[in-house]
Structure formats: structure tokens, C-alpha cells
């Protein structure tokens, strides 16, 4: 499976989320925050900075999942995406 383009090929990443001061935050709370973490499976054939591999934060409303043999991935544009670790 090879994206096309400036599109790349991710799979979403739950963690769970604490504050400073040590609470442990909700999956509802988590889930309004406006990015979200993943690894990237694979870049688009336009993509030069995102390697396979990398650890990204992206735009949580961008994007289109899909389901391939048996796990949900989703495709984003490049420019969704906002910190590569």
C-alpha cells in the first residue's frame, strides 16, 4: 500500500494524558483537544520531511480513516500536520 501524492498513511496513537499536578484526564477530556498523536505508516510519494516511522501531532477533524486487514488507519494531507517528534 503506497499513498499518493502529499498524502500520508497513519495510524492513531491513545495515550492516556495527566496534568501537572498528577490526574489522570478522561477519554472525553482527551478527546477535545484539538490534535492528536500517531506514527506515520507511510508518506506519499510528494511527502520529503515525514519518513515512516515518525511520531506526528495533526489536525484530530482532518482526515479519512479506513479499515485494512483488520486495523483502522487514516489518511491525512501533509499540511495537516503540525509537530513531527
Known amino acids: 500500500?503506497?499513498?499518493?501524492?502529499?498524502?500520508?498513511?497513519?495510524k492513531k496513537i491513545k495515550e492516556e494524558k495527566k496534568t501537572k499536578s498528577g490526574l489522570l484526564l478522561s477519554s472525553e477530556d482527551v478527546e477535545s483537544f484539538r490534535y492528536q498523536k500517531a506514527e506515520v505508516?507511510?508518506?506519499?510519494?510528494?511527502?520529503?520531511v515525514i519518513n515512516s516511522g515518525d511520531i506526528i501531532f495533526f489536525d484530530k477533524a482532518a482526515g479519512h480513516s479506513?479499515?485494512?486487514?483488520?486495523?483502522?488507519?487514516?489518511?491525512?494531507?501533509?499540511?495537516?500536520?503540525?509537530?513531527v517528534l
Open 66 to 83: 479506513m479499515f485494512l486487514n483488520e486495523d483502522t488507519y487514516t489518511i491525512i494531507s501533509e499540511r495537516d500536520v503540525v509537530v
Open 41 to 48: 505508516i507511510k508518506p506519499g510519494t510528494e511527502v520529503s
Open 1 to 10: 500500500m503506497k499513498p499518493i501524492g502529499k498524502y500520508i498513511l497513519i
